[in-house]
T-cell receptor
Framework: GEDVEQSLFLSVREGDSSVINCTYT??????LYWYKQEPGAGLQLLTY?????DMKQDQRLTVLLNKKDKHLSLRIADTQTGDSAIYFC???????????FGQGTELSVKP | KAGVTQTPRYLIKTRGQQVTLSCSPI?????VSWYQQTPGQGLQFLFE???????NKGNFPGRFSGRQFSNSRSEMNVSTLELGDSALYLC?????????????FGEGSRLTVL
């Protein structure tokens, strides 16, 4: 089936690490993505991971993939107030040529 | 390099009317996808065009249609508008199309149906 689940809210203090979790159902997904949406804006591609990788690091962002459990996480190190946004996890379905998005996790960073 | 441009950014229509939204992809990108974002349903795939052909389609009624021009610009049309069509419509372009899912989104067109 096509389903991506995320928790809806996360609140952290500035300077702490944030971890946003996601589970997906389609084991044939080849690419998994993290997008960021700020209020009133479109989606900004943050990072992605190919399904044969376990981890990918990109500056403050670390993506972990547990393919067996179909679990994806995004860690943001040294979280800043500017990181406050909604973060969407998405799996790419080759069949259908589309992204399946989670509901989005609203990250609130308190000073 | 200019990003994905969507027009109009905001519009208000009444039930029964139709609407056309426009999307100009990043230069060189030949694939254009459309997504609908609502608070209740989240982000849902509408359709994808590549080289003027619809390659993939989501589960939306026939009132939702689209097309792509030879310069890769795309339009989507919604006819006989319903209140539930109120949403943010996002266009995304891609260099490789339906291969990797690396999509670059525009700011969206926010449609309100009264």
């Amino acid at each position: 089936g096509e389903d991506v689940e995320q928790s809806l809210f996360l609140s952290v203090r500035e300077g702490d690490s944030s971890v946003i979790n996601c589970t997906y159902t389609d084991s044939s997904s080849t690419y998994l993505y993290w997008y960021k949406q700020e209020p009133g804006a479109g989606l900004q591609l943050l990072t992605y991971i190919f399904s044969n990788m376990d981890m990918k690091q990109d500056q403050r962002l670390t993506v972990l993939l547990n393919k067996k459990d179909k679990h994806l996480s995004l860690r943001i190190a040294d979280t800043q107030t500017g990181d406050s946004a909604i973060y969407f996890c998405a799996e790419w379905l080759n069949q259908g040529g589309k992204l399946i998005f989670g509901q989005g996790t609203e990250l609130s960073v308190k000073p | 390099k200019a990003g994905v441009t969507q027009t109009p950014r905001y519009l208000i229509k009444t039930r029964g009317q139709q609407v056309t939204l426009s999307c100009s992809p990043i230069s060189g990108h030949r694939s254009v996808s459309w997504y609908q974002q609502t608070p209740g349903q989240g982000l849902q795939f509408l359709f994808e065009y590549f080289s003027e052909t619809q390659r993939n389609k989501g589960n939306f009624p026939g009132r939702f249609s689209g097309r792509q021009f030879s310069n890769s610009r795309s339009e989507m049309n919604v006819s006989t508008l319903e209140l539930g069509d109120s949403a943010l419509y996002l266009c995304a372009s891609s260099l490789q199309g339906a291969l990797t899912g690396e999509l670059f989104f525009g700011e969206g067109s926010r449609l309100t149906v009264l």
